[in-house]
């Protein structure tokens, strides 16, 4: 599928890719009826790859497209745009881990970051997978200062199965006034260009 996120309003083109799928068996797991045009292909092969192709489409959308372009008011209830924005990264220890950040947010003088992580792909089961908390850290491009972390929660090693979805907290001293950051996960991977939101109601890193 070759596909391009454009503002329609300039014509200007913000990115443009090419989502590829495959598959020579039918994955369990899959759900929810194939569309009108693609009803034959439905628990063949075809549909495994299908399905991972649109996945992976959806994804470059997502992790492509500006926080400012989505609809939605500062009350609505809904996360933070600009963690969005970020694209998912493969991890470094097993590529068919994907690891998508959905929210970065500063709370007084600590910085917290989600991340969601799922198997892609027909394989069963991922490879090993473990955070190091020592050789994580987040770097302030403004300074080129580092800040180390304070804790993690949730899933910081094991394995995942087909379908799982595991989620990862890890929280870091909150660099001085900046506004983007890269946010090293030893073990797993680097999301660049992170855009901070401060948390609602409260009040900046001093």
Do not use: C, W
Request: hydrophobic content about 40%; proline content about 6%; cysteine-free.
């Amino acid at each position: 599928m070759d596909l391009r996120v454009i503002d329609v309003r300039t014509g200007r083109i913000v990115a443009a890719t090419s989502a590829h799928g495959e598959a020579t068996t039918v994955a369990a797991g899959v759900s929810g009826p194939m569309g009108a045009g693609l009803g034959g292909f439905a628990k063949t092969p075809m549909e495994t790859a299908v399905r991972e192709m649109i996945k992976k489409a959806v994804d470059f959308v997502v992790g492509k497209t500006p926080g400012v372009y989505y609809r939605h008011g500062a009350t609505s209830g809904a996360a933070p745009a600009a963690p969005k924005a970020v694209a998912p990264i493969r991890t470094d220890r097993d590529p068919n881990v994907v690891a998508r950040l959905t929210d970065a947010t500063v709370r007084g003088a600590v910085l917290t970051v989600v991340v969601s992580l799922t198997l892609d792909g027909s394989k069963a089961q991922s490879e090993k997978l473990e955070l190091v908390p020592g050789k994580s850290l987040l770097l302030d491009y403004a300074t080129g200062q580092t800040y180390p972390v304070i804790n993690t929660d949730g899933f910081t090693s094991g394995q995942l199965k087909a379908g799982d979805v595991k989620t990862l907290r890890v929280t870091f001293r909150a660099p001085r006034s900046a506004r983007e950051v890269a946010v090293t996960l030893a073990g797993l991977g680097t999301f660049d260009d992170v855009k901070l939101a401060p948390a609602t109601g409260g009040r900046e890193a001093p």
